[in-house]
C-alpha cells in the first residue's frame, strides 16, 4: 500500500512525539511506531531533566552548558550545547503546563536534585539542576507528550517497522514500512521524514536498554550510505542491578548514596576527590572497573562480572518512598533487597549512545563531513548525533535533547515541508525491502538468529566494554563480520504473515550487526582515550590528532572513517578532572 | 531448574480455535517469566507470538495472564509461579481483549476507552508564574495513578468487563480520576459527560480485582469510588442550586 503525507515520523518515544505535536500543526503528519506509542523507552528514564531554574538554589544556563561540554570531554559541539540548555528552562516549563507531574518544593515549584557532573560556577561544586518526577521522570515526560499527541488529533500507525529509506541523491522521499499485525509493505511517500528510534543497547550483554532499543534508524541511514557519527563513544551507566542490567538511577546517589568496595571503603574519594560519587559517568564507571580488577569487588575474585555495593541504606525509608519509589520496588522485585536494610549490588551496564546520526541544531541530517544537508532527512533524540553529548553525556541530558531538538526538528519540518515538493509515489522504491523480506520467509532452513545474538551480545560486552585495546577490537571486528556473514543465511520460522514477531527480531538482529561493525570499528580507529572511549594502549586524550568527531559509512561488508572538526567556539579544551 | 510452559496459541487465520501447546525450559528460579519465553521464542520455536520490550515493569507490553493472574511476565519471577522441577507454568493472553496471535491481543478498545475520558491536562487560562504552582500534598493526591503504564491488566481483571463488555474499564476511570483530582485541571464538566453514564463509573462493583492485578500499586478501585463521589457531589451542588 502507498501513502502519502507531508510529513513522517518514525518512533514515538519522547523526541518523535515532540517533534509530531509541532509537525502535525504545520503538516500533515504521521507517526510510525513498532511499539505502541507509550511503550517507548523514553518511559524508563528515571532520575530527572536538567535544567537551570534555580528554583532551589542559584543557577545559570551557562554553567549548564560549560558543565555539559567538559562532560563529554570536550567533543560536544559547544554552539549546540549553548542552544540545549538555554532552551531547556522553557522547555521544562512546557511540559509543566501541559500537565507533567513534577516534584514540587514547599513554596510549589519545580523541585530539583543533584545529578553527575552538573556544577555551580564552573566546577565548584554539585548543583540542584534536575528537575523530576519521582525516579519516573522519563514515564511522566512519555505520558505528557502521548496525552497531548491525543489533544491534537496526530495520526498514529502503531507497530509498523520501518525497513528501508527512499533515497534520491541527496533528498529523502520516503520510508517502507511493513505493519507487524498483517506482514504487508507499506510505502509512506513523505518531504520529510525524522527518524526518532532511540538507542540500540541491545547490541551488548549486560544493558539498561530495551528489547526494543535495536538502531532500526541509523542502520537503515547508514545501509543507504549515510555516514553514523561517533559510534565509537557509549556509555555504560555506572548502577546496573546484577546481572539484569536494569538501571538504577544515578538520582540514588544524587540523593546521597554511597558507592562501596568489599572493604566498605567510600573508593570514589580516591578517583574524584570534589564530586564524589557525582563524577561523570563515564569517570564512575571506570572507577568501579578498577576496583573489581585489583580484587576490590564484593566477591573479590577480580572477574569481570565482580560487582560493588551502592548503599541507600542511610537515606530511609521516607525519602527511598517519596523521591526513589519504583528503584525500591526494582531492588525488591528482581533482587529480593530492600534498600532502606541493604546496599544494593550493582555494576556497569551498557546505557546510551552518545553517537548516531548526524545532524544540525535543526534535526537536519548531514550527509558528509563536508556539512551537506540531506534535504527531508531528520533525525533527534539518542539515535541521532547532533553532537550535545560528546564523549560522554551527562545525566538527565538525555530527556533534556529529546524534548530540545524533538522540539526543533519538528519546528523546522513545518516550515521545510511548505516550500517542498511532493515526492511521486513509486511502487519500485519497496523492491529491495520486498526482496529481502522475500528471502528471508522463502522457507528453506538456516541458523537461527538467536544463537548469533547471543554471539554478538558476548563480543561486544567483552571485547568494545569499558576498557578497550586494540588486540581486542580488532577481533571483534573479525568476529562481528564473520556473524554478518553467518547472518546473511538465517531464515525466518514461523511462515505466518499475522504478527510474525520472527521476522520482527530477524530485521533486529540485522540492524544491531551493522551498528556493531560500526561501532567496533570506529572504537578500534580511534587511537586516544576521550571520554566513555578507554584504551589501555592510549590512556591520554590527544587534542592534537584527535579532537575532531568521527564519521564512519558502511560499504557493504567494510566501514570507511571521515572526520569534521568539533565546534569549540566558546571553551578552550583543558584537561578534565573533578 | 527445569519448567514447563503450558502457553495457549492461536493463530486467527489458520487455526480454528485455540490450543495449547508445552515447552520445557531449563531456566533459573530467580529468572523472570519473560526470560523463560524469551528462551523458547529464540532457541526452540520462532512462531510463539507475544509483545515485550523494556524488561522490567515499566512500559507495559507483556502483560498476559500467568496461572490464571494477570501481570507482567517480567515483573513475575519464575520462583513466584512455579516451585519444584516439572512445575507447569500456564501461560495465557490477557482477557476481554480479541487475542490477534498467541499471547497477543488487540489493545484498541482498551486505548479508544482511554482517550475518551480526555486523558490530558485542560486548562485554558494564560499561565502566571514560569510554572503553575502547586504544592506537594495537592501532587500527591492523584500520585499512584500517574504510575499507570496502560498494560490492561487490570482490563483483563475485571469481572464486570465480562458481562458488561461497553463498560470503560478500571483504568480509563483511574485515569480520569487522575487528572480530575489534579489542582491545575479545570476539565470536570468535560470528563463527567462520559463518566457519569451506564457504561460510565457506575458499573464497578467493587470487586478489587484491577487493584489485585494491578503491577504498578495504584489503588484502582479506591480512585473509582472517589470518582463515583466527585459526581455525586457534583449533581448534589447542581441540585442545590436550582
Redesign the interface.
Known amino acids: 500500500m502507498i501513502h502519502q503525507f507531508d510529513t513522517v515520523i518514525v518512533g514515538s518515544g519522547g523526541a518523535g512525539l515532540y517533534a509530531a505535536l509541532e509537525a502535525s500543526q504545520r503538516s500533515k503528519t504521521a507517526v510510525l511506531s513498532k511499539?505502541?506509542p507509550?511503550?517507548?523507552?523514553t518511559?524508563?528514564a528515571q532520575g530527572g531533566i536538567s535544567a537551570a531554574?534555580g528554583n532551589v538554589e542559584e543557577d545559570k544556563a551557562e554553567w549548564h552548558a560549560y558543565d555539559t561540554v567538559k562532560g563529554g570531554d570536550y567533543l560536544v559541539d559547544q554552539e549546540a550545547a549553548r542552544i540545549l540548555t538555554e532552551e531547556a528552562i522553557q522547555a521544562v516549563?512546557d511540559l509543566?503546563?501541559?500537565?507533567l507531574?513534577?516534584?514540587?518544593?514547599?513554596?510549589?515549584?519545580?523541585?530539583q536534585r543533584r545529578f553527575g557532573g552538573h556544577t555551580r560556577e564552573f566546577g565548584k561544586g554539585p548543583v540542584k539542576r534536575a528537575c523530576y518526577?519521582a525516579d519516573?521522570t522519563g514515564?511522566?515526560i512519555l505520558?505528557t507528550l502521548y496525552?497531548?499527541c491525543?489533544?491534537n488529533n496526530v495520526s498514529f500507525f502503531d507497530e509498523f517497522q520501518v525497513i528501508d529509506l527512499i533515497m534520491d541523491g541527496t533528498t529523502c522521499k520516503g520510508v517502507i514500512v511493513v505493519e507487524l499485525?498483517t506482514g504487508e509493505i507499506h510505502i509512506f511517500s513523505a518531504k520529510a521524514v525524522l527518524f526518532a528510534t532511540g538507542g540500540f543497547g541491545r547490541m551488548f550483554r549486560i544493558t539498561s536498554n530495551?528489547?526494543?532499543n535495536t538502531g532500526d534508524g541509523p542502520a537503515v541511514c547508514a545501509r543507504r550510505g549515510i555516514p553514523l557519527e561517533d559510534m565509537e563513544f557509549f556509555q555504560f551507566h555506572p548502577t546496573g542491578i546484577l546481572g539484569?542490567g536494569?538501571l538504577i538511577s544515578e538520582a540514588v546517589r544524587g540523593e546521597g548514596g554511597i558507592l562501596k568496595n568489599r572493604d566498605g571503603e567510600r573508593f570514589m574519594e580516591r578517583y574524584s576527590p570534589t564530586l564524589l560519587d557525582l563524577a561523570p559517568r563515564d569517570i564512575v564507571s571506570r572507577s568501579i572497573q578498577t576496583e573489581v580488577r585489583a580484587g576490590k569487588g564484593i566477591r573479590g575474585d577480580g572477574k569481570i562480572d565482580d560487582y560493588v555495593h551502592l548503599d541507600a541504606t542511610h537515606l530511609g525509608k521516607d525519602i527511598l518512598m517519596s523521591k526513589l519509589p519504583?528503584i525500591t520496588?526494582?531492588c525488591k522485585?528482581?533482587l529480593g533487597v530492600d534498600p532502606a536494610e541493604d546496599p544494593i549490588p550493582v555494576l556497569p551496564t551498557a546505557h546510551y549512545a552518545m553517537g548516531g546520526i548526524p545532524t544540525n541544531v535543526h534535526g537536519q541530517v548531514i550527509g558528509d563531513g563536508q556539512g551537506t544537508v540531506i534535504n527531508g532527512l531528520y533525525a533527534a533524540g539518542e539515535c541521532a548525533c547532533v553532537s550535545v553529548h560528546g564523549a560522554n553525556r551527562l545525566g538527565t541530558n538525555s530527556l533534556l535533547d529529546l524534548v530540545v531538538f524533538g522540539r526543533r526538528a519538528g519546528q523546522h519540518i513545518g516550515e521545510y515541508v511548505k516550500h517542498a515538493d511532493m515526492p511521486e509515489p513509486d511502487a519500485e522504491a519497496a523492491a529491495e525491502a520486498r526482496a529481502w523480506i522475500k528471502q528471508l520467509m522463502d522457507g528453506t532452513s538456516g541458523p537461527?538468529?538467536?544463537?548469533i545474538?547471543d554471539e554478538m551480545q558476548t563480543t561486544m560486552m567483552e571485547k568494545v566494554g569499558i576498557y578497550r585495546t586494540e588486540k581486542e577490537m580488532q577481533a571483534a571486528v573479525d568476529e562481528i563480520q564473520a556473524l554478518r556473514t553467518r547472518y546473511h543465511s538465517v531464515r525466518?520460522?514461523?511462515?505466518?504473515?499475522?504478527?510474525n514477531?520472527?521476522l520482527l527480531?530477524i530485521i533486529e538482529l540485522g540492524n544491531l550487526l551493522d551498528l556493531s561493525l560500526i561501532t567496533a570499528a570506529s572504537a578500534l580507529n580511534r587511537q586516544e582515550s576521550r571520554g566513555a572511549h578507554s584504551r589501555e594502549d592510549y590512556p591520554e586524550r590527544d587534542d592534537d590528532n584527535w579532537l575532531k568527531h568521527t564519521l564512519a559509512s558502511l560499504d557493504g561488508d567494510t566501514v570507511t572513517i571521515d572526520y569534521k572538526p568539533v565546534d569549540t567556539s566558546i571553551w578552550e579544551p583543558k584537561p578534565r578532572s573533578y | 531448574m527445569k519448567i514447563i510452559l503450558n502457553i495457549q496459541r492461536y493463530n486467527p487465520a489458520t487455526d480454528k480455535e485455540p490450543y495449547f501447546q508445552e515447552y520445557h525450559v531449563e531456566v533459573n528460579p530467580n529468572e523472570r517469566l519473560l526470560d523463560a519465553l524469551m528462551d523458547v521464542k529464540r532457541f526452540q520455536d520462532g512462531s510463539l507470538g507475544f509483545r515485550k520490550s523494556c524488561a522490567h515493569g515499566v512500559c507495559g507490553s507483556d502483560a498476559m495472564r500467568i496461572n490464571g493472574k494477570d501481570g507482567l511476565a517480567c515483573k513475575t519471577l519464575v520462583k513466584e509461579v512455579a516451585e519444584n522441577d516439572g512445575d507447569i507454568i500456564t501461560v495465557e493472553p490477557l482477557k476481554n481483549l480479541p487475542v490477534q496471535r498467541d499471547l497477543i491481543v488487540n489493545q484498541g478498545e482498551f486505548f479508544e476507552k482511554y482517550r475518551s475520558i480526555k486523558p490530558y491536562l485542560i486548562n485554558d487560562e494564560q499561565v502566571v508564574e514560569k510554572e503553575r504552582l502547586q504544592s506537594q500534598d495537592e501532587r500527591m493526591v492523584f500520585d499512584d495513578t500517574t504510575n499507570c503504564i496502560l498494560c490492561a491488566s487490570c482490563y483483563s481483571a475485571c469481572p464486570v468487563l465480562e458481562e458488561q463488555p461497553m463498560f470503560l474499564g478500571p483504568a480509563a476511570i483511574a485515569q480520569a480520576f487522575r487528572f480530575l483530582a489534579d489542582s491545575r485541571d479545570k476539565g470536570e464538566d468535560e470528563r463527567l459527560v462520559v463518566l457519569d453514564t451506564p457504561d460510565g463509573v457506575w458499573p464497578c462493583q467493587n470487586h478489587f480485582k484491577c487493584t489485585q492485578a494491578c503491577p504498578r500499586s495504584i489503588l484502582i478501585t479506591k480512585r473509582i469510588n472517589q470518582t463515583k463521589r466527585m459526581i455525586e457531589d457534583d449533581s448534589k451542588k447542581d441540585g442545590t442550586l436550582s
Request: no cysteine; hydrophobic share 25%.
Open positions: 511499539l505502541y507509550i511503550r517507548s523507552h518511559g524508563a531554574l516549563y509543566e503546563n501541559r500537565g507531574p513534577f516534584n514540587r518544593t514547599p513554596e510549589g515549584r519545580i523541585d518526577a519516573r514515564h511522566m505520558q496525552q497531548q491525543i489533544k499485525s530495551a528489547y526494543a539484569l536494569i519504583d520496588d526494582f522485585t528482581y537461527h538468529g538467536g544463537h545474538s525466518v520460522q514461523d511462515s505466518s504473515k499475522q504478527f514477531t520472527d527480531e
